[in-house]
C-alpha cells in the first residue's frame, strides 16, 4: 500500500509541473499577444463575425444589448479604432491588459482561450479606462 500512495504521489506532482510549465508567464503574454494580434486583423479587414468569437460572453452580450443589434453589425457600425502597434502586455493570472499604440485591450482566461474583455479603451486621470466595447 505505500508504493501505491507514492506512485500517486509522483503522478501528481508530474501533472502539477507540467500545469505550471503550460501556463509560464511568457506562454501566456504570448498567448495574450496572438488574440490581440488576431482580433486587430479581423477588425482591419472588416471580418466582424469572426471578430466576434474574439469577445468574451458578456461583452458581446453588452455590446449587442447596448447597440440592440447582433454582434457583427454592431461592431461593423461602431468606431472602433485601429490599436497599431504593442506597446506592452501584462499578464495577472487569469486577467491581460495589452496597450497598443492607439488603444489598450483588456482580456481574460476562458476554458477555451483567451477573450476580449473591453476595447477601444483610453486612460482617464485617476478614473477607470473609458471603453467602446466592455462586458457588463
Known amino acids: 500500500m505505500p508504493g501505491r500512495r507514492y506512485g500517486r504521489g509522483v503522478a501528481a506532482v508530474a501533472v502539477l509541473a507540467a500545469v505550471g510549465a503550460c501556463g509560464s508567464l511568457p506562454e501566456r503574454r ?18 466582424y463575425a469572426p471578430l466576434c468569437g474574439t469577445l468574451a460572453p458578456a461583452t458581446r452580450e453588452e455590446l449587442e444589448h447596448t447597440a440592440e443589434a447582433a454582434c457583427a453589425r454592431a461592431i461593423g457600425e461602431g468606431e472602433l479604432p485601429p490599436g497599431g502597434a504593442v506597446r506592452q502586455v501584462d499578464v495577472y493570472g487569469a486577467q491581460a491588459r495589452v496597450v497598443l499604440e492607439h488603444d489598450t485591450v483588456f482580456l481574460s482566461h476562458f476554458p477555451d482561450g483567451w477573450k476580449v474583455t473591453a476595447a477601444g479603451c483610453l486612460p482617464r486621470p485617476e478614473r477607470p479606462y473609458q471603453c467602446a466595447i466592455e462586458g457588463g
Open 30 to 47: 504570448d498567448a495574450v499577444t496572438v488574440q490581440v494580434a488576431r482580433f486587430e486583423r479581423l477588425l482591419a479587414a472588416g471580418r
